[in-house]
């Protein structure tokens, strides 16, 4: 069965440093998504991301935050100077446009930013 | 008032019991409604999904939405100790990128 993957699975950076965090998504998908969850938290819409470009963003996702489809199977999101408050689970989710419209999340990257 | 709500347990019962679990919501527009399972430290994993009101059956789990009462519910019938997890009702709303906003996750533990 198809599914997202996600690396690394856990990811150690140093508050400022920048980190990027990848993503395969169903490969027959067109629509794909970033949501986080802090620990012990619900799980978070961060952005959408259709035909190239972002669709909605939450208030979370600032200038910090981008994300990029550099090739036809990789989806990114970069933090370019990381806080602690960053640190949390990133899950990618893919959907596609036919069947089921449902999001399908990866398995998420752990960061821990110290 | 959240635009979510869910009781975060956690709920335990003996293997067997029929199990219910439910969310409120407040946001009219949501139209689709979704149970995702989530083990500790993993993906959300896509259990049901419904559009609108009505019931779903899938096996042991039965989702149903009260789009009136802004209501929701998850029954899962002959509950096994594998089903033991967190379970997060989510919703959004008809635009095909709409973003899902999810409960805050009730942690559900079968005895047995």
């Known amino acids: 069965e198809p599914e997202v993957t996600q690396t690394p699975s856990h990811q150690v950076t140093q508050m400022g440093q920048e980190v990027i965090l990848r993503c395969v998504p169903i490969?027959?998908?067109?629509?794909f998504y970033w949501y986080r969850q802090i620990l012990g938290q619900k799980v978070e819409f961060l952005v959408s991301f259709y035909n190239n470009e972002i669709s909605e963003k939450s208030e979370i996702f600032d200038d910090q935050f981008s994300v990029e489809r550099p090739d036809g199977s990789n989806f990114t999101l970069k933090i370019r100077s990381t806080k602690l408050e960053d640190s949390a689970m990133y899950f990618c989710?893919?959907?596609?446009?036919?069947?089921?419209?449902?999001?399908?999340f990866g398995p998420g990257t752990r960061l821990t930013v110290t | 008032q959240k635009e979510v709500e869910q009781d975060p347990g956690p709920l335990s019962v003996p293997e067997g019991a029929i199990v219910s679990l439910n969310c409120t919501y407040s946001?009219?527009?949501?139209?689709?409604f979704m149970w995702y399972r989530q083990y500790s430290r993993k993906g959300p994993e896509l259990l049901m999904y419904t559009y609108s009101s009505g019931n779903k059956e899938d096996g042991r789990f039965t989702a149903q939405v009260d789009k009136s009462s802004k209501y929701i519910s998850l029954f899962i019938r002959d509950s096994q100790p594998s089903d033991s997890a967190t379970y997060l009702c989510?919703?959004?709303?008809?635009?095909?990128?709409?973003?899902?906003?999810f409960g805050s996750g009730t942690r559900l533990s079968i005895r047995p």
């Open positions: 490969s027959n998908h067109l629509y």
């Open positions: 989510a919703m959004r709303g008809y635009s095909s990128a709409s973003k899902i906003i």
């Open positions: 946001n009219s527009a949501f139209q689709y």
């Open positions: 989710a893919s959907r596609g446009t036919s069947g089921g419209y449902e999001q399908y």
